[in-house]
């Protein structure tokens, strides 16, 4: 089907790069369009974020983020954050691929340790590849672009920087697709779909060699058991607030031993009694002084302190009828 412009005369129309048509009307979002249509709109005048967000309908912030995401695929001039070079047509110089080919056994065998060192990729090594580049690993890459529909389909449409963290993931880290895409739906479960916080698990999975469907479904599970154990210790301390990270380790610790929460929670009761506030360490403290008495549960506690009041009681009034009987001896003998 054929198209033609309505345009009147040609003093209405601006040029747009060729480039933006060629490779970035797939991976580039709405609002980064937008934002690049109305800065050639303007023919080089200097815009500031807030007219282009009155302009565009998105958000000043949006705006800002648009315009370091064309600067950074050189459409845009790096000169002034708001211009484009006027009457010129940018095209992307050609890029070699920044990610280093997977090498053989029998490559790593011949390679002496010093030069393996030197050509290695950091593991925790970050390029900001662009969207030419990216573009290029999905057409290259079934695995990539698989794993990217996948994200899509969890996260909605990805961004620049969802789309270098995934590719990050996959090629430097090692994890496999379907590690990243169960990694993925966590973090959706729980809200937390930064991009930061999802490398910082990935790292952590990458070093533990939790890099199988089942090892991440069982870490998932683990992860899921930690953040609702925290979630009722919160509860049950009246907490407002996350717990610092001084207070999860102790929270992990009291798991790993197997406090259950009903003990938890008596000492707790146990440490407003005796300092009027929420004191983790106070807290500790009474629970492993507990467990090293074989205390445990609620219980065993108020079993031993029925005891120890018994005893208690016991002992004191064994004193008072030691102390009437020598005050009858006193009292005789001075008779």
Same mark, same amino acid.
């Given at each position: ?89 940018? $095209? ?5 691929? $920044? ?46 672009? %698989? ?61 533990? %060699? ?17 953040? %609702? ?75 031993? %302190? ?30």
């Amino acid at each position: 089907m054929n198209f033609k412009t309505n345009s009147g005369i040609w003093g209405t129309m601006f040029g747009v790069p060729c480039i933006v048509a060629d490779n970035f009307l797939k991976l580039a979002t709405g609002e980064q369009l937008k934002v690049l249509l109305y800065i050639l709109r303007c023919s080089g005048r200097d815009c500031t974020d807030e007219e282009i967000a009155l302009n565009t309908g998105v958000s000043p912030q949006q705006a800002a983020d648009a315009v370091m995401f064309w600067q950074q695929v050189n459409v845009l001039s790096p000169d002034s954050a708001q211009t484009l070079r006027n009457n010129s047509i940018m $095209t992307a110089a050609p890029v070699q691929n $920044t990610v280093p080919p997977a090498a053989s056994p029998s490559d790593s065998v011949q390679k002496a340790p010093a030069e393996e060192k030197k050509t290695a990729p950091q593991p925790r090594q970050k390029q900001n590849l662009t969207p030419s580049e990216i573009s290029k690993l999905m057409k290259d890459s079934d695995d990539i672009s %698989e794993l990217f529909k996948t994200a899509e389909s969890i996260l909605g449409t990805l961004t620049h920087i969802q789309q270098n963290s995934l590719i990050w993931m996959y090629t430097y880290l090692g994890l496999k697709k379907e590690v990243i895409i169960t990694l993925l739906a966590y973090c959706v479960s729980i809200e937390k779909t930064n991009p930061g916080y999802i490398e910082k698990i990935a790292c952590d999975w990458s070093e533990n %060699e939790i890099n199988t469907l089942n090892a991440a479904q069982e870490e998932v599970s683990r992860m899921s058991g930690s953040r %609702e154990y925290v979630t009722q210790i919160m509860r049950s301390f009246e907490m407002k607030r996350r717990p610092t990270a001084k207070q999860m380790d102790i929270i992990a610790q009291w798991k790993t031993i197997g406090f259950n929460l009903e003990l938890i929670h008596y000492a707790y009761e146990k440490t407003i009694e005796q300092i009027d506030k929420l004191s983790f360490e106070y807290i500790n403290k009474i629970l492993l002084s507990w467990r090293d008495s074989g205390y445990t549960s609620v219980k065993d506690v108020k079993n031993a %302190e029925s005891d120890y009041k018994k005893r208690k009681k016991s002992d004191a009034r064994a004193s008072d009828d030691d102390f009437d009987v020598d005050k009858y001896k006193i009292f005789i003998n001075n008779f």
